[in-house]
């Protein structure tokens, strides 16, 4: 599955570059601004507005505390989600992480946080979704611009989450 991955990536870089699309540095997120900026060479290439958890002010520290973590992490996979369409893999909790939770006596820091698109439900539309902190601690954008970053950014690029 990671190799596959890996390779998936791989294309997805060349292609960006075939398209004369510089390479992709780092994804810094802004969670007070609800902004997640695509950088190359020092440069902002794109900008999208997010949705984060349900309580976005703060770090995550435990799982199920419904915050967006806060730090440096990695996408390490990605999946095509029949839930929530498209998803990109962030490697927390890192080690300073784990750390912070178990200096803190916390058992579970939680996992799983993912970059994602919208769900896919007949009651509430996508734009239902617009401007709402509704997930688990992920972060969310609509689903064209899902598949936009899943074009972009390849695995192994750096997400940055500020306060």
Same mark, same amino acid.
């Given at each position: 599955?990671?190799?596959?991955? /890996?390779?998936? @990536?791989? !294309?997805?870089?060349?292609?960006? /570059?075939?398209?004369? +699309? *510089?390479?992709?540095?780092?994804? /810094?997120?802004?969670?007070?601004?609800?902004?997640? +900026?695509?950088?190359?060479?020092?440069?902002? /290439?794109?900008?999208?507005?997010?949705? =984060?958890?349900?309580?976005?002010? %703060?770090?995550?520290?435990?799982? %199920?505390?419904?915050?967006?973590?806060?730090?440096?992490?990695?996408?390490?996979?990605?999946?095509? @989600?029949?839930?929530? #369409?498209?998803? =990109?893999?962030?490697?927390? *909790? #890192?080690?300073?992480?784990?750390?912070?939770?178990?200096?803190?006596?916390?058992?579970? *820091? %939680?996992?799983?946080?993912?970059?994602?698109?919208?769900?896919?439900?007949?009651?509430?539309?996508?734009?239902?979704?617009?401007? =709402?902190?509704?997930? #688990?601690? !992920?972060?969310?954008? @609509? #689903?064209?611009?899902?598949?936009?970053?899943?074009? =972009?950014?390849?695995?192994?690029?750096?997400?940055?989450?500020?306060?």
């Amino acid at each position: 599955m990671k190799l596959l991955a /890996l390779l998936l @990536s791989t !294309c997805l870089f060349a292609s960006s /570059l075939w398209a004369g +699309q *510089p390479p992709i540095d780092r994804v /810094l997120i802004n969670k007070a601004e609800r902004r997640l +900026q695509i950088i190359s060479e020092g440069r902002v /290439l794109h900008e999208y507005r997010i949705s =984060l958890g349900r309580q976005p002010v %703060g770090p995550k520290r435990q799982q %199920g505390d419904q915050r967006t973590p806060e730090g440096i992490y990695t996408i390490d996979w990605r999946h095509e @989600s029949p839930q929530y #369409n498209l998803s =990109l893999h962030l490697d927390y *909790p #890192n080690l300073k992480d784990r750390m912070a939770s178990y200096e803190a006596g916390i058992e579970d *820091p %939680g996992g799983m946080i993912m970059i994602h698109g919208t769900p896919i439900d007949e009651e509430y539309p996508e734009w239902y979704f617009k401007g =709402l902190d509704w997930t #688990n601690g !992920c972060i969310a954008l @609509s #689903n064209a611009e899902m598949r936009e970053l899943w074009e =972009l950014v390849p695995d192994g690029t750096i997400v940055e989450i500020t306060p």
